[in-house]
């Protein structure tokens, strides 16, 4: 076989927005070679649920009052314009369209869905054959029938083929790719055109530390997803692609329980007491359902740790009434399964999960991150919060359960006093689902040099080249990531095939 591969386009990553470029390139009639260092497309994207989108039919269907102006602003206003507006417009003007395009290859949607209360009706929740109720995984259904699109249009997907190194010419038109397959010979592809969609550097904690100040493990308990660990990004910025700061898709969990032991995750991500390791209150905990503006501010405590407390009276309460807050994906409405959960959390024993709990290091399953105490001294002694600190924090706490929260105005029915007996605290890190751009790109998705000249024939998409959000994911715009993704993939593979036939390369 020969070591020279040739096609209009190589696309490097074949997850959620790799195999959408595909099969917009092929659909214009290019040749398109794929290359996936893994075994499956879609990537981290088969684990989600949905894509963000405005002025869909099912928005219309549902009258949800949102247009893709008041998207535009929002997120435009949410980043204090420091992203760009070109690409913020054509990614939310073809959002909708994107929709239909999915739906021709087979593909349901449930409806349009809130993520959080405040949130707006903007995620678009993938059908589950057989099911009619939102289901972890469902996404994979999308990037199934994605993947059997590219391959109907001949796109040639080379699996375990790990790319190495983009070419290019003396005058700076791109050529092709190296890449290293499964047999461990290193080949040359040729292209007229390569896009990179390669997921960030999630998987990699000396990027992390070095580019985000992060310590991967102590205090920053992130999604790894494997395999994802910024090969994409170096080889970008070795061609000469100019460089975004990156971010972290910043949240908040409990270590080894988040996704795991889901009642006791839910139960104390509630609106409940949250202090640091000083014994203070730094949040209005009503915004514990926007995991993004919690993540925020716990990242600003001391070693980024903050902890949730309630007490045996909080939990009574929940049993009667069911939880205040109630997300989709894991839909947990009461504290049945708490005691049986807690007692095997306590033992140390597995329980049944599924979704991103696969995604949970293997150190974190064995941290202790949960306790169940009878006093407030041992709640102190086990977490290492300040004693008289917290006293004086419960003791105002409760004074404005009673009255009013003169420290950040939390509204009174999510007041809940802690009355003693037994103690359940439970202590939360910063998180996120992975890196967030690092390469310049502009609104056809086409790589940027330092000074912000186009590559020729260099595209990027997805996260390695989502800045979209400034400094912090827009969870307001829920499915925002996975559509970002799928879009730009879009945008990316027609724009490659316009470059091919346009003036400046010809």
């Given at each position: ?362 150190d974190q399953k064995h941290q202790r991150h949960v306790f169940a105490v009878d006093s ?131």
């Amino acid at each position: 076989m020969s070591n020279v591969l040739e096609a209009d386009v190589i696309i490097i990553g074949g997850g959620a927005s790799g195999i959408t470029a595909a099969v917009a390139a092929a659909e214009k009639d290019a040749s398109v070679i794929l290359l996936e260092k893994g075994s499956t497309t879609g990537g981290a994207a088969n684990m989600g649920m949905g894509i963000f989108a405005v002025e869909s039919k099912y928005q219309k269907a549902q009258l949800v009052d949102f247009t893709k102006e008041d998207a535009f602003n929002l997120l435009m206003n949410y980043t204090h314009w420091r992203v760009d507006a070109r690409l913020v417009r054509k990614y939310i003007e073809q959002s909708s369209d994107t929709i239909d395009w999915i739906e021709t290859m087979g593909v349901e949607f449930l409806g349009a869905y809130k993520y959080f209360e405040k949130s707006t009706q903007t995620w678009h929740v993938v059908k589950t054959q057989g099911s009619n109720a939102p289901a972890e995984r469902a996404a994979s259904n999308m990037f199934r029938a994605l993947t059997e699109r590219a391959e109907e249009l001949g796109v040639e997907i080379m699996y375990n083929t790990k790319a190495t190194q983009i070419l290019k010419d003396d005058d700076g038109f791109v050529t092709g790719v190296e890449l290293v397959g499964e047999d461990g010979v290193t080949k040359t592809a040729e292209c007229n055109a390569v896009i990179v969609a390669t997921g960030g550097f999630g998987d990699n904690p000396k990027m992390i530390r070095e580019m985000l100040g992060y310590e991967w493990g102590s205090d920053l308990h992130s999604f790894r997803i494997p395999g994802v660990q910024g090969e994409g990004l170096n080889m970008l910025w070795e061609v000469g692609a100019g460089k975004t700061e990156p971010t972290m898709e910043l949240t908040f969990t409990t270590p080894g329980v988040t996704d795991v032991f889901k009642t006791i995750s839910e139960t104390m991500r509630q609106p409940n007491l949250m202090v640091n390791l000083d014994g203070h209150r730094f949040i209005n905990e009503e915004i514990m359902n926007n995991t993004v503006y919690t993540g925020n501010a716990i990242s600003l405590q001391r070693e980024k740790a903050a902890f949730t407390i309630i007490d045996d009276s909080i939990l009574e309460t929940y049993r009667k009434t069911g939880l205040d807050y109630v997300t989709v994906h894991h839909n947990v409405k009461t504290v049945e399964k708490w005691d049986k959960e807690l007692e095997s959390y306590l033992k140390g024993e597995g329980i049944e999960a599924g979704g991103l709990s696969e995604l949970h290091n293997k150190d974190q399953k064995h941290q202790r991150h949960v306790f169940a105490v009878d006093s407030l001294d041992e709640l102190c002694e086990v977490t290492g919060i300040h004693l008289e600190n917290l006293q004086q924090t419960i003791e105002d706490y409760n004074k404005g359960c009673a009255e009013s929260d003169d420290m950040f105005f939390k509204k009174h029915k999510y007041m809940k006093p802690l009355k003693g007996g037994k103690y359940y605290v439970a202590r939360h890190y910063p998180a996120g689902y992975g890196s967030l751009g690092g390469v310049k790109t502009n609104d056809n998705m086409e790589v940027l040099d330092a000074k912000g000249i186009k590559i020729p024939g260099l595209y990027a998409s997805g996260t390695d080249a989502c800045n979209i959000y400034g400094d912090s994911y827009c969870f307001f715009l829920p499915g925002n990531t996975m559509s970002f993704a799928v879009n730009s993939g879009r945008i990316a593979g027609y724009s490659a095939v316009d470059f091919m036939d346009s003036d400046e390369f010809n």
